[in-house]
C-alpha cells in the first residue's frame, strides 16, 4: 500500500476529517482524509484503490472496536465524517461508473420512528465497505422501499427501528415487501430488535451493529 493511502486510512480510523479539524488533538495541523484523498486523485491514484485500501480497511477497523466496546459512539461519528470527506471525492467517479461498487443498499427507519443515529452510522459504515447507499431518512413506509426495490432491482433492505411500538412496522414492511420481492434480503437493527424477532417477522439477518451489517452484505457480495 503506497504512504498516502496508509495515510488516508489513519484519517479514518482516528476520525481526522480535514487539515482545520482539531481532532484528535495529536494530529493536530495535520492534513486530513479531504486533502489527502484529493492529492490522491490528483496523483492519478485509482479510486478503487483509495476505497479498497484505505476505506474500506479502516471502517473494518473501526466497525470491530466499536462492536468490542473499544471505541464508542462519537470516536465513531469522528470516524464516518472523515470517511465522508473522503467519499466526497471519490463519489463522482462511483457515479460516472469509472469505479464500481459492490451492489445497492437502501437503508431506512421503518414508519412511525424519527431515530436516526443509529441507521446514519450503519449507512456510513456499508458506504464505507464499498456499497452504495441510497438513504431513504426516517419514518419510511413500505411504499418508499417498494420504489426503491423497482428502481435498483437486487438492492438489499435495511430497515431501521428503535421503539418497541415501530416494530411492529418493522414486520409489516418485511411482509409487504417478502409477499411482492421474496428474492429481497432484508436486515434489520435497532436496540430492541433481536434474532428471535428477526426470525419472527420473516426477515434474513438481524445485525446488532453496524460492523455485523458490513459482514452480512459482504456474505451476499461475494
Ligand atoms: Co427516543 N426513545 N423517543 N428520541 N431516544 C429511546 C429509543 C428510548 C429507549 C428512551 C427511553 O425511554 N429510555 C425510548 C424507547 C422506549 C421503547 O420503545 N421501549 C424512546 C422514546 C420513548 C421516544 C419518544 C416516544 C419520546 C416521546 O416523544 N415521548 C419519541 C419518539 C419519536 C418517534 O420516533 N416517533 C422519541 C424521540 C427521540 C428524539 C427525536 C428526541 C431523539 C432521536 C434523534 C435522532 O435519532 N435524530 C431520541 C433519542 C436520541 C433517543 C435515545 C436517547 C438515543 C437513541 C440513539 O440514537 N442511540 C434513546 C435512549 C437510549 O438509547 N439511551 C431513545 C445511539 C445509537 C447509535 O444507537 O440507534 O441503537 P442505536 O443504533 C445502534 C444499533 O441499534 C444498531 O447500530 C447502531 C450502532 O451500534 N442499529 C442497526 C441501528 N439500526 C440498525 C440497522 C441495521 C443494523 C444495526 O441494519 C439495517
Known sequence: MSTILEQISKCIEFGKINLASPYPPDMKEQEGA????????????????????????????????????????PQMLMSAKAMGASMEHIRPFFQSGAAKRKGVFVVGTVAGDLHDIGK???AMMVEGGGWEVIDLGVDVASAKFEESINQHPGCIIGLSA???????????????????????QILIGGAPVTTEFC?????NFYSPDPQGAVNFLNTIAS
Open 162 to 184: 428503535l421503539l418497541t411500538t415501530t416494530m411492529t412496522n418493522m414486520g409489516t414492511t418485511v411482509k409487504e415487501l417478502k409477499a411482492k420481492y421474496p428474492e429481497t
Open 120 to 122: 446514519n452510522l450503519v
Open 199 to 203: 426470525e419472527q417477522i420473516g426477515a
Open 34 to 73: 479531504d486533502e489527502l484523498t484529493k492529492k490522491a486523485i490528483d496523483e492519478g491514484i485509482d479510486p478503487n484503490a483509495i476505497l479498497d485500501e484505505a476505506l474500506i480497511p479502516a471502517m473494518a477497523i473501526v466497525g470491530n472496536k466499536f462492536s468490542k466496546n473499544e471505541i464508542f459512539v
